[in-house]
């Protein structure tokens, strides 16, 4: 048995709600809710509880209530526990690769046997059926090295038995990440280690299977997970492409800043935000150039070559403080001075709405420093998150406020009947998938509120945990800082 340290699981300091400081159950039967950024950031919560023996090391049922099935094949690489429990934080770390991964990394430490995948109604275009149930394999495959002849590498491999059709597919995740969903592999060669059950379930129909009580078994232990983006699915790059900004201006301005910062928590991510937020209001903000300079003529036009300067002596300033040095990919050099004047002169180039909307997206880093970044590297740039309208391979959907209310009010249906049979979870994740750009942010505050306000509503015994990496805090992203974008 291990302890899980803070360096690998941080335990939240929101609500108490029966906790103490590290997140410890101060009562018994308590329900452990744990509100996350990005999903695969709950596997430290899931691995710690069943460390406190809450749910089994073994054999657990995922209900994942989800708009993306994240059932994607992890990475091998050195320390990844092969087909086992992890033996300490180190190992669960490797674990932690990307936000669609983490389901089946689960599944080969032997956490989670069934996995129940409630989708929701308007992507019902990407699925055949309402209700399907399939048999996965995972195991391991040798692959040839393209890079390196004679050589081959080890790969994590998953095949796939359909039920209805009889017939199994089989693909291996290779090295690099060209191939999101995997290549084909011939069946015999994916040495099978594990195997789970996956049953994809349209949220309407949910209602009736657990109203019949043999859906669960009274011996399952059940992990509830539920993800922000089963509300819907946006491009939180919009806001910047409805105003105008170009696309190669978006990447432009993320080369600088991500060649400038390299914030490694949350908060620091925040500090940076903050920190560009005020610069941006120099060049929004004509009249600033004239209240900051005793010589400037108050009559005197604010042009741009004023602003960029007291700009740069503002950001420099700053920056050159012990605390904010931290902030910096490299400090105290003549390229950082460069890459902060190329910054200030796009900025100075932008139209007031264009600005605002700049501030709107915010900065953030394009994964959390949790990540193993040997997979996933923490690049901070514009928080545009993963797609675009160009690049997406999720479907979009953008949800009213009446629809939201309605689809809670099911949610909420569906609680009440896990709470009094079978189903019954034993622990609660929450994922806001704010990062990505998936979860839609102008509704982020009425989702995550409806979200426990129906799981407390349900077990009156919650504990509600907020991560401390969060995105923009307890908060959340879109009330990072108090900054007028009208």
């Not at 890459?339 to 002169?345: E, H, S, T, Y």
Request: a neutral charge; charged letters at 20%.
């Amino acid at each position: 048995m291990f302890q899980l340290s803070t360096a690998c699981v941080d335990i939240p300091t929101g609500q108490n709600n029966g906790s103490d400081e590290n997140g410890r159950t101060s009562r018994n039967g308590s329900l452990n809710v744990y509100i996350v950024e990005e999903h695969h950031e709950v596997l430290q919560y899931w691995f710690r509880e069943a460390e406190k023996g809450r749910i089994p090391k073994h054999g657990n049922t995922l209900v994942h209530i989800d708009g993306h099935g994240d059932m994607a094949t992890p990475w091998y690489v050195n320390g990844f526990p092969f087909f086992r429990y992890p033996k300490g934080p180190t190992e669960v770390s490797k674990m932690m690769q990307t936000n669609d991964v983490f389901i089946m990394g689960a599944v080969m430490a032997g956490l989670i046997r069934r996995v129940v995948w409630v989708w929701p109604w308007w992507d019902r275009e990407s699925h055949g059926d309402m209700y399907k149930v399939d048999h996965l394999s995972v195991g391991w495959t040798s692959v040839k090295n393209p890079n390196d002849v004679g050589q081959s590498y080890l790969a994590f491999c998953c095949c796939v038995f359909n039920v209805t059709s009889n017939e199994t597919e089989c693909t291996y995740t290779p090295s690099d990440d060209s191939f999101p969903d995997g290549l084909p592999l011939p069946t015999g060669e994916c040495r099978v280690k594990k195997t789970v059950i996956l049953e994809e379930i349209r949220e309407d129909r949910v209602f009736a299977r657990l109203r019949s009580g043999k859906w669960f078994s009274e011996s399952e232990s059940v992990i509830l997970d539920i993800d922000e983006d089963f509300y819907g699915c946006t491009y939180a790059v919009q806001p910047l492409i409805f105003t105008g900004i170009q696309l190669d201006t978006i990447q432009e301005i993320d080369r600088l800043v991500g060649e400038l910062f390299c914030p490694k928590s949350a908060h620091a991510e925040t500090a940076v935000d903050k920190l560009i937020m005020t610069v941006i209001n120099m060049f929004r903000n004509t009249s600033y150039c004239h209240t900051h300079d005793s010589e400037i003529d108050k009559k005197q036009i604010c042009n741009n070559e004023m602003r960029i300067s007291l700009a740069e002596t503002f950001m420099v300033s700053n920056l050159s403080t012990r605390a904010n040095e931290q902030l910096l990919c490299v400090n105290g050099n003549t390229m950082t001075s460069r890459l902060i004047k190329r910054l200030l002169i796009i900025f100075s180039n932008l139209k007031i709405k264009q600005l605002r909307s700049l501030q709107n997206v915010g900065f953030c880093l394009t994964t959390t420093p949790r990540s193993y970044q040997a997979i996933s590297r923490s690049v901070f740039q514009t928080c545009h998150g993963a797609n675009t309208p160009k690049s997406s391979s999720v479907s979009i959907h953008k949800p009213t406020w009446d629809e939201i209310s309605r689809k809670t009010k099911l949610l909420r249906q569906h609680l009440q009947l896990m709470g009094e049979g079978p189903g019954n979870p034993a622990v609660v994740t929450v994922c806001r998938s704010i990062r990505d750009g998936y979860t839609p942010r102008y509704f982020s505050g009425k989702i995550e509120s409806d979200i426990i306000s129906s799981v407390k509503s349900v077990f009156k015994n919650s504990v509600i945990n907020y991560d401390r990496e969060l995105l923009g805090g307890k908060r959340g992203w879109a009330a990072r800082h108090k900054v007028s974008f009208l």
